[in-house]
């Protein structure tokens, strides 16, 4: 079974930066499109980005479009989000999660059905 865990959240000033981790473990995420997702309290959950792990493509909301920057390592099963110039409302609990379908530049794979989530890690941007 195909586990992730996320780490790299945390409490930050307005314009500073993070970066999150997606560690995967029990299958090779070569296959696999990742995806970043959020929740604030009280909202609903909303995609940030995502990424071929074979092509690299990726794709990003238009509320992160030029701040945050997706990447993977293949070798180390990981999936990186570099988060910059961050401001309170990217305050949420961030999610990465996997769908075993790959991906080409130009669609929104936000809108792809997920099937295994990591547990969450908590952001908070706050003066």
């Known amino acids: 079974q195909l586990q992730l865990v996320e780490s790299g959240g945390g409490l930050v000033q307005p314009g500073e930066s993070l970066r999150l981790s997606c560690a995967a473990s029990?299958?090779?995420?070569?296959?696999?499109?990742i995806a970043w997702l959020r929740q604030a309290p009280g909202k609903e959950r909303e995609g940030v980005s995502c990424?071929?792990?074979?092509?690299?493509?990726?794709y990003y909301a238009d509320s992160v479009k030029g701040r945050f920057t997706i990447s993977r390592d293949n070798a180390k099963n990981t999936v990186y989000l570099q988060m910059n110039s961050l401001n309170p409302e990217d305050t949420a609990i961030y999610y990465c999660?996997?769908?075993?379908?790959?991906?080409?530049?130009?669609?929104?794979?936000?809108?792809?059905?997920?099937?295994?989530w990591g547990q969450g890690t908590q952001v908070t941007v706050s003066s």
């Open positions: 999660a996997a769908a075993l379908r790959g991906y080409t530049t130009g669609r929104n794979c936000l809108v792809f059905t997920y099937d295994d």
């Open positions: 029990g299958f090779t995420l070569d296959y696999y499109t």
């Open positions: 990424i071929s792990m074979s092509l690299g493509s990726t």
